[in-house]
C-alpha cells in the first residue's frame, strides 16, 4: 500500500504506519485532532437555544392552533364541513374563555426572526369596522383589550379558509378546506387578538362585515 | 414509566396539546441549536434556524415518516436545508462578521472551571475556528460525527449519501483542520476561507 493509497482508502491499515514513518507521524496528528474536536464537543455540550426561542415557539404553536391547523387535502367536502364547525368552536371557545382581562403592559419577550415581528396596535386601537378594509386586522372577541401602545407577536400560519367564515367573511363551501395564510396578532400570553387573512385572490372572498366586536 | 417516543410525542402535537410540544422541543432544540451554531458561526442564525426547524415540525404533513429514520435525523434534515438557504439568501458571510461571531461562541463556550488551562482553551478556540472555515461539506461532517457524536449511519441519512463518503469527507476534513492549524501555529492566515467571497462591487 502507498502512502496515497493509504490516506485516500476508507479503511486504514495499521501496517502501513508501521511501515512508513511519515505516515505514522502524520497518523499521530490526526489522532490529536480528533481528541481536540472531541474536546470541542464536550466543551459545547451544554449551550442550549436560549430560551426566547421556546417562548416564540410556543407562541407560534398556540396562534396556530388557536385558528385551526390546516386540513389534509382530499375529501374535502367532509374535511371542509369539519373545519368550519371546529374553526367557529375554537373561536367561540376564545372568546368565552378568555372575557375581558385587566390590560396588560408587559412587553413581550420574544425576538423577531423569520415569521415573528413585532408591532404595535394602530393609535385608534384595532380596524373599526367602518375603516376596515380588506387585509386590516380583525380583531378577535377579547381584541379590544389591546391597548394603543401594546407590542404584539405577528406570526405567520396556514389555517383552513372555513377560519375566515366566523369573521364575517363570505367562503364558498367547495373552497372551505383550501389553506390560506393569515398574520394572527398574539398578545405576550400567546393569546391571539387579532387576525389579518392575506388572500391572493381577493376577488374570490369578501366580507360581509356586519360582525361588531 | 418510559418517557413517550418521538412519535408519541408528534401525535399528540399534531392534536394540539402544547406540552407535547414543549417536550419535544426541549429533548431536541439543544442539538439542533448547536449543529446550526458550527454551521453559520452566528449564534443570532443558529436561533433562526432552529426555530424554522420546530415549526416546520408544526406543520401538519411535514413529511417525517417513522419508518425512513429517527426523527432527530429528520430535525438535522431540515437543519441542514435552512442553513443552506440562509447561504443562498447571502445571509450567510463568514467574512463579514467573523469576529463578532467569535466572540459570540466563544462567549457560549465559557467553562466553569476558572482554573481552565488557558492554552487548552486558546487551542480549542483555534480548532473551532478552523471548523467554521472548513468548505461546509467537510464541516457538516465534522460537527455530525465529531462534535455532535452522531454515528457515521445516522450521518449518511441525514446527508444523503453513503457511509463511505462519510468516511472520507470526515478523513479529509481532519487533514484540512491539521493544515489550517498548522497554518495558525506558523503566524499565517489560519483560515484562508474567510476571505471575502463575494465581490460587491
Not at chain 1, 84 to 101: E, F, G, K, S, W
Not at chain 2, 39 to 45: I, P, V, Y
Not at chain 2, 119 to 145: F, I, N, S, T
Not at chain 2, 168 to 196: E, F, I, M, T, W
Request: proline share 5%; net charge negative; aromatic share 6%.
Amino acid at each position: 500500500m502507498t502512502c496515497k493509497e493509504y490516506w485516500n482508502g476508507e479503511a486504514h491499515s495499521s501496517e502501513h504506519l508501521q511501515e512508513c514513518a511519515a505516515c505514522a507521524k502524520r497518523a499521530a496528528r490526526h489522532e490529536e485532532v480528533v481528541v481536540g474536536l472531541k474536546s470541542l464537543g464536550e466543551q459545547m455540550r451544554r449551550v442550549e437555544a436560549p430560551a426566547r426561542v421556546e417562548r416564540a415557539l410556543v407562541a407560534a404553536f398556540r396562534g396556530q392552533t388557536t385558528l385551526g391547523a390546516p386540513e389534509r387535502r382530499g375529501s374535502w367536502w367532509l374535511a371542509g364541513a369539519w373545519a368550519i364547525a371546529l374553526a367557529a368552536t375554537v373561536l367561540l371557545a376564545v372568546a368565552l374563555l378568555h372575557p375581558r382581562q385587566p390590560e396588560r403592559s408587559r412587553r413581550s419577550p420574544a425576538r423577531s426572526y423569520t415569521q415573528l415581528a413585532e408591532l404595535q396596535m394602530p393609535s385608534d386601537g384595532m380596524a373599526s369596522e367602518a375603516d376596515a378594509t380588506e387585509g386590516d386586522f380583525l380583531p378577535l372577541p377579547n381584541a379590544e383589550l389591546v391597548g394603543p401602545n401594546d407590542e404584539m407577536n405577528l406570526v405567520r400560519i396556514e389555517v383552513p379558509r372555513s377560519a375566515m367564515i366566523p369573521l364575517g367573511f363570505e367562503v364558498p363551501a367547495e373552497r372551505a378546506a383550501e389553506t390560506v395564510e393569515a398574520d394572527v396578532m398574539l398578545d405576550a400570553d400567546g393569546v391571539a387578538r387579532a387576525v389579518r387573512f392575506l388572500d391572493p385572490e381577493k376577488s374570490t372572498i369578501s366580507s360581509s362585515r356586519e360582525m361588531s366586536w | 414509566m418510559a418517557p413517550e417516543t418521538d412519535e408519541d410525542l408528534l401525535i399528540r402535537i399534531h392534536s394540539g396539546d402544547e406540552q407535547a410540544f414543549v417536550s419535544l422541543y426541549r429533548r431536541h432544540q439543544a442539538a439542533i441549536f448547536r449543529f446550526a451554531l458550527h454551521m453559520t458561526g452566528s449564534e443570532a442564525q443558529a436561533e433562526d434556524v432552529t426555530q424554522e426547524v420546530f415549526l416546520a415540525l408544526l406543520r401538519e404533513g411535514c413529511g417525517f415518516d417513522p419508518a425512513r429514520g429517527t426523527l432527530s435525523g429528520y430535525l438535522y434534515g431540515i437543519a441542514r436545508k435552512q442553513v443552506l438557504r440562509q447561504v443562498e439568501r447571502g445571509r450567510l458571510d463568514v467574512a463579514l462578521d467573523a469576529r463578532q461571531d467569535e466572540m459570540a461562541l466563544a462567549e457560549l463556550a465559557v467553562d466553569d472551571d476558572p482554573l481552565v488551562d488557558l492554552a487548552r482553551r486558546e487551542g480549542l478556540d483555534a480548532l473551532r475556528r478552523a471548523v467554521l472555515a472548513l468548505p461546509r461539506r467537510y464541516r457538516e461532517v465534522v460537527v455530525l460525527c465529531d462534535l455532535e457524536e452522531v454515528d457515521y449511519a445516522d450521518a449518511a441519512e441525514i446527508l444523503g449519501c453513503p457511509i463511505g463518503t462519510v468516511r472520507s469527507r470526515l478523513h479529509r476534513a481532519r487533514a484540512l483542520l491539521l493544515d489550517k492549524l498548522k497554518q495558525d501555529r506558523n503566524g499565517k492566515p489560519a483560515v484562508r476561507s474567510l476571505s471575502p467571497a463575494r465581490c460587491f462591487v
